[in-house]
């Protein structure tokens, strides 16, 4: 009996939890030209804002827009483009530097050469 | 002095001038352009500065970086097969080269391997897809053990001492699902008992379940869903796959899968499984074992074929030996097989299959396809369990013809073929206390054999509006040479109330020829007398087919909250059972009495479910499920026994960027009403329910690299075990008392505790 009460009390505070977690600070959404070319580039930059203060980052190989969203007491977006600048990609704010970018796979090369519309993008949205 | 100062001023500027120019690195890619115009990088170009001995070559990527050389201005860059090519550098950091091949012919470049045709899953039907990474997180061991985080299919056993796990859905039992392996025969005939352990879970690719009634393409088989199994393929997988498993009671799990591509053409995929559970438990000194003892060997080895020009085929065969001992503890089958000395049972199966699918994809119309899928098996199942005996031999034969297509344009497709399916079974049974067939004397022996012959014809007709509405019509008919012409009509409809809110609806029929020894092996063990009353035909069994309808309801919506993504599904089910082969264990606890369904039986399921990604990487899956199982027994209308009325889960998964990974569950399962015991001896007799429960586990997963993974879980961790769970254990042949009430298939919660296990993956990709 004990046990049941703890799980339905865990239940319940884990749904509440999670709704009284929208209500938390203030946020801003951004949107910084980031250059890089393919799915793969979309999975690292986006993994490299998998970090404190950014609640979602979403970057386009298209356009080369990154939709950003982080609250702007633990994050500027300085430091989301040294971020970004760190795993191998430039932004207007932060430039990566050779050594990163020149271990970057092939179809990453955006410096180099333009690989989008490659057919891996369309699967790595999915 | 000034001028000694400026001198060594001069001095040190000049080097450190010449040290920042030494410093300075040149970053080049290396390319060629392919058939296409479109670049492809140069591994392994050299690159030299000309008159120097300074060079370096060109990574995976096609990649260099080459530091500067004083007064060397000229990159000499050169590949194997291609005109090498001098460049002048004067004071930019990065170059790109262009090398052109000094060959005529070009390489051919090879395109990934398609899957074979006519098995695409019509996003029309709500099909929930399990991959590697869900199956992950309960690394043990087969497909019995695979849902642990899937709420729709439950896993219980069949009963105390044979250790056989059987899945239900909807809260109907194994058989009425259609278990199937890449679309062709899987689980089911004599396989339907032991089946769903004999694919171990490293040999998964993914999973598909369907709840409710699935496509007509497969067959008429599903009452209660289907569960679609696709394995490990050539192209798809690893090249090397080492899986070890070991858990605190020794089972120990060896897995091997290995793929090669030979050729543009050819690839070719091994699969070994290797198992073994040595040790002999008994942890509720029942003097029965927990779990019994035995091994298994198991391999398969595909070949699949794609001549990259719309051809693609594949041929396979599957061999597998399994056997299984236990009972009391000391059982000694040279001795004690068929005598009063020790209750012991043994399971012996052998099982081959060989298949082979052959399809062409029309070139330029990539919905325009058609498919042959061939399979060959052969079950020889041998078990006893004390004084009971159940052998069974099954040759069957399945080929399915699918043309695919569509009507005027991509909105109306359709799916229409041919299948036959042939089914021989040869099956004896023994039984201590008796065997009476429709109300004859008893006998201690019987056999049951038929042979099936069912030639089928089916059409699917798929409307999609591209925007927010699909349906799925089928229909099937086939011969069946025993029970006459069956008839299965499906119908799935989905419309997107928004983009994010789905409604689902399907209903349709599902027939199947129940192997009524096989699916209720658990009553084998047991002192109950198998009564077959009330025939229906002389054929099979002396049963007619179960025959069900089911309706489906299933609304979907997907949320956004805190900029993480989440969902949320109601669904409800109902089947009706038109005819059913009922098991009766209610009218005494004597007998297990099989009789043709004479009034209602039925299942009503109702589940929600919520899954919403908690914080990054912090996933949470809630769902409860609420079932009313019911059928018209001897008795009169009663709940289904063995079945929990109420079950909730709650799954908890973790992953954080240094690749670990932490997996917990706990569900609760809510009482079961338990068959009647009240003419048992009163030490013997249960009670009406059984109490609820809760089971939890945990597992601990780190990825190194991309090569090894390891991990430690724990299964039970609140220890919960049935204390008694055989009935009479003590005397299992009734010796002592006047009646024997031996029973061990009063079975409704786990029979050992806690168990912790341990195992590594190695990949090499």
Redesign the interface.
Known sequence: MKTRIIFIITFICITFASIAQTKSKKVVTANLKVYGNCGMCKGRIESALDHKGIKQAKWDPTTKNLNVVYVPSKITEQQICDLIAKVGHDTDKSKSKDEVYAKLPFCCLYRDHDHSGMQDDEKKDH | MKRIGITIFMVIALTFSARLLLAQ?L?G?V?EKNAEGV???LTGANVVWLGTSKGTST???????IDRVEGANRLIVSFIGYRSDTLTIADQ??V?ITLQSDQVLKEVTVHGWKPATGIDQSRGINTVIMTEKELFKAACCNLSESFETNPSVDVSFTDAITGTRQIQMLGLAGPNTMISIENMPGVRGLASSQGIQFIPGTWINSIQVTKGVGSVVNGYESIAGQINVEMKKPQESEKLFINGYVNQSARSEMNLNYSLVTGDKWATTFLLHGSTRPIEMDENDDYFLDFPTGSQLNFINRWVYNNNKGLLGQVGIKILTDGKQGGQTGFNPEQDKFTTNRYGFEINTKRYEAWGKIGYQFVGKPYKSVGLQLSGIKHDHESYYGLNLHDGDEKSFYSNLIYQSIISNTSHKFKSGLSFLYDDFDETLEVANGIELEGSSPVASTTFDRTEIVPGAFFEYTYDDLKNFSAIAGIRVDQHNLFGTIFTPRLHLRYNLTPTTTLRVSAGKGTRVANIVSENSGVLVSARAFVLSDFQTKKAYGFKPDVAWNYGLNFSQDFM????AGSFTVDYFFTDFQNQVVLDLDRTAREARFFGLNGKSFSHSLQFQ?D?E?M??FD?R?AYRWLNVKTDYTEGLLVKPLIAEHR?F?NLAYET?SNWKFDFT?Q?LGKQRIPDTSQNLTEYQLPGYSP?Y?LMNAQITKDFGDKWSVYLGVENI?DYKLDNPIVASSDPFGLTTVQNDFDASMVWGPIFGRMAYAGFRFRIK
């Open positions: 690195k970053m890619l390319v670049d492809e990088p990574g995976e990527n096609g990649v260099f970086m950091t990065s790109k909250l805190d900029y993480r919520v919403y908690l990054r990487r949470l809630m909730a709650v960027k706990v609760w609820d809760f609140g």
